[in-house]
């Protein structure tokens, strides 16, 4: 028999059983050719027996057409990546009222905090087709994330509680179960993330390249023609799974990737196994197509402002909105204005681990963080550099957040010149030179050089009016701009006494959310590096917090992480949060601001009022892009 009409045959007798869900289902036409010539199966076969079904209603979204092509506009080869947070298909994702819900998964169970039981969907498949299964996540655990040569510094982060691993388990092909021995009250949000914790891999594609499954000649072949070191290095090369740039690795996402880079212009085209339909029975997603240009990042809003593009965030700022409403009528685009939810648009950072000695005595005395604090005119930076639209306040949570108080916004960050020099002579840097700069204790003025990556004319513009107010207070301010690499790597080591960057990522948590921002638990935390990196590494690398409060904050995430329930996650959340205001360990500046977001005016199902923010939210991924269409006109 023709195997053709085999598959066909056999497509026929799964239509007969599958639930009524996936029954009666409608096809993107895009992919008629394909399945008329026996090249697809037909899209009842090709989503899962219970696909996840997005329900549009209730979000106020409308059905779509199907078709199109999406354009974007974006700057460097690895944005390829954004496509995996736009697309945010997650094994549990976050809605756009912030609650966690099984995507990928067909359902999950937690008990007691420490045991999570994952049920896939049966008939879920990969990209090109082939089953996702339990065994995907046994490739992950044993083959990468276990193995010595694979993973040679351990498990990740979020995999670990008090250092340990937990027992994981299949249980059957579609359910498996991780069980630690204490609650892992992040793991839920570590694979629900803009960039997620990824504890599944395409086993069938990956294992060629796996010296314990794959030909071992075929591997030295490999190695040879892509000039890798050895295997485990050609590995990582094909399973670049966030970048989305090897066309060859399967994906879960609405769209895959169809360009090999380097390249300038990316095309994204259906998943056919894309495991959501609309409430209709209409696979998603709606658009065919997306199509990412690439360019030199300063000319991005002058060719999104003239119609080059029908989504655009990414590289707008406020500062172009003017330019980009200009162009609405002649360019049928529309320009909505989204509020950022990070803590701070631009904050300054203390290194309370710099280098030199009489620095870091400095920048860890809280007076001297609190007097540099009371020294900013807030008031003025919002009316020149934002146009008033700004919050003017502290690095700290917003309104929006049940876990707001208006002091975490307030505490020492209104204008008093006469209190942040009083709290100066109080630490005894009285004396000045000729200029009026103080004097350090070893007879140095008082400069302080901020280092900025160098990305943002934000940055510029607010350091020249906080280096005005701050002469006021006797300090000199010096800006130093970097790449972003050497901006962290000079953070790192130390020799960075003060940063500037955006504040708190998630500006609008809930007490279920963790509050690890809060304490030192990344090297990449601009305050204190090399403590976040003792948390980071379980105590292995870095330094320990010789500060109280800080201490304190080690304390409370810990303790946070083994809370009995919400209103002891609630508790400690306001006591890590009037740490943060009584000890500026960061100076915000300004908050909610506006990012001015381009949409075509052919383009539905995008809200018009939303938040733009990268964690929790992956920017479009919480709004669903794969519900995006286009209409006629």
Do not use: C
């Not at 130390?494 to 638990?521: C, D, H, K, R, Y």
């Amino acid at each position: 028999m023709n195997i053709r009409w085999f598959a066909w045959l056999m497509a026929v007798v799964l239509l007969n059983t599958l639930p009524a869900a996936a029954a009666g289902m409608i096809d993107a036409p895009s992919l008629k050719t394909q399945v008329e010539a026996g090249n697809l199966p037909p899209v009842e076969v090709r989503v899962p027996r219970e696909p996840a079904i997005v329900d549009l209603a209730a979000t106020g979204k409308e059905p779509g057409q199907y078709g199109g092509e999406l354009r974007l506009l974006m700057g460097k080869q690895k944005d390829t990546r954004m496509m995996s947070v736009y697309g945010y298909a997650r094994l549990i994702s976050l809605d756009e009222k912030m609650r966690f819900s099984p995507d990928i998964l067909k359902s999950f169970e937690v008990r007691e905090g420490r045991e999570f039981t994952f049920r896939l969907r049966e008939g879920h498949k990969w990209s090109d087709g082939h089953p996702f299964t339990a065994e995907d996540f046994r490739y992950y655990w044993e083959d990468i994330a276990t193995n010595p040569k694979m993973s040679p510094r351990g498990l990740p982060k979020a995999l670990l509680v008090e250092k340990k691993p937990p027992k994981f388990e299949v249980i059957d092909e579609t359910t498996v179960r991780y069980t630690w021995h204490k609650p892992n009250r992040e793991f839920i949000s570590w694979i629900a993330g803009s960039r997620p914790l990824a504890i599944y891999r395409p086993a069938h594609y990956l294992k060629q390249f796996h010296i314990d499954h794959g030909d071992k000649q075929q591997i030295e072949a490999l190695i040879k023609s892509a000039h890798k070191r050895d295997w485990v290095e050609l590995h990582m090369s094909r399973d670049r799974w966030y970048r989305m740039d090897n066309t060859e690795l399967p994906t879960l996402q609405p769209w895959m990737n169809t360009t090999w880079p380097p390249a300038v212009r990316f095309v994204f085209t259906r998943n056919p196994f894309y495991h959501r339909i609309d409430s209709k029975g209409r696979q998603l997603p709606y658009i065919d197509r997306v199509v990412m240009a690439l360019g030199e990042t300063k000319v991005i809003p002058a060719k999104a402002g003239t119609g080059e593009s029908d989504l655009q965030a990414k590289y707008l700022r406020l500062d172009h909105y003017t330019f980009l409403k200009e162009g609405e009528q002649r360019y049928d685009y529309s320009v909505r204005l989204w509020k950022r939810t990070q803590g701070a648009h631009i904050a300054l950072f203390p290194n309370l681990n710099a280098a030199d000695p009489e620095w870091r005595k400095l920048l860890r005395d809280v007076r001297f963080r609190r007097a540099l604090s009371l020294a900013v005119d807030r008031h003025e930076i919002n009316q020149v550099v934002y146009y008033g639209l700004a919050r003017e306040g502290n690095n700290t949570i917003l309104p929006a957040s049940p876990l707001y108080r208006p002091r975490l916004q307030t505490a020492w960050a209104e204008l008093d010149l006469k209190r942040a020099n009083t709290l100066l002579d109080e630490m005894g840097l009285t004396n000045r030179n000729a200029d009026g700069v103080r004097l350090m204790p070893s007879g140095r003025p008082l400069i302080i050089t901020v280092d900025t990556a160098g990305e943002s004319t934000y940055q510029v513009d607010v350091l020249e009016l906080i280096h005005d107010s701050w002469l006021k207070a006797g300090i000199k301010l010096f800006a130093k701009p970097s790449q972003r690499e050497v901006f962290r790597q000079r953070i790192v080591s130390g020799q960075t006494i003060m940063s500037t960057f955006s504040g708190i990522s998630n500006g609008i948590p809930v007490p279920s959310m963790s509050p690890e921002e809060l304490a030192p638990t990344s090297k990449y935390q601009l305050q204190w590096p090399k403590w976040g990196l003792w948390g980071e590494t379980s105590g292995k690398m870095g330094e320990p917090p010789v500060l109280a409060e800080v201490k304190r904050l080690s304390e409370l995430h810990h303790d946070w992480l083994y809370a009995a329930d919400e209103a002891r996650q609630e508790k400690i959340w306001r006591e890590m949060l009037d740490i943060h205001a009584d000890q500026v360990f960061s100076i915000g500046i300004v908050n909610s601001t506006l990012q001015p977001v381009l949409v075509s005016n052919r383009l539905r199902n995008l809200p018009k009022d939303a938040f733009y923010n990268w964690s929790p939210g992956a920017y479009f991924g919480v709004h669903k892009p794969d519900t995006f269409w286009f209409a006629s006109k």
